[in-house]
């Protein structure tokens, strides 16, 4: 029984003991006098099981309907359909035999009974490389151009270097990404952090490339 039921047994036990009149209990349980009466006079016919919902165990009309609809989906799939994906079979059912269901719903019943299994995903699934041990092994350099400082100051290129290990980080704004400017960021960082094992840049800087 729910909490609700229990405490309607608990009300009209006390009714029944004539410790508690039937509108006492009406008003306990907020139920109109009218409610009262009716479960009163179930109660008084069935005993505990009058106060339980009619409805409960049985299944009800609409999920009836679905699993008649769902069988006769799967019946006319096997005869006719077979190897059909969901989205197709949905079509179909819903043109030749009037049957006009969302093809998610299909999907779950094709599955379900083993006439039909989704494709796997065959995406390559990138895994992320891990970072090196210690500062200095790899330093990432990258240049990123764009109007920093608002649309009428004109383009400028930031120069960014990041230690793979640490994280830590050294950034200058450059006229543009040239050579030049990737000496430059790289002789700071040099002279704040020493000579790093290996350097890793995004690009050739744009300007005078160094020779072939």
Known sequence: MSLKERDRLSMFSRVRDKRMTLMEAAVSLSLSYRQAK?????YRVLGDAGLVHGLRGRVSNNQVAADSRRESA????????????????????????????????????????????????KRRLHRRRERRACFGELVQLDGSDHAW???GLGRCC?????DDATGLTLARFFTSETTVSVMEIVRRWMLAHGRPEALYPDRHPRGHLPPQ
């Open 38 to 42: 009716r479960l009163w006079g179930a």
């Open 74 to 121: 799967l019946s006319l799939c096997r005869r006719h359909y077979d190897g059909f994906g969901p989205t197709l079979a949905a079509e179909r059912l819903s043109a030749d035999h009037g049957l006009s269901v969302d093809h998610e719903t299909p999907r779950g019943w094709l599955v379900g009974a083993g006439l039909w299994k989704p494709r796997r995903d």
């Open 149 to 151: 400082f608002g649309d």
């Open 158 to 162: 930031l120069m960014v270097m990041i």
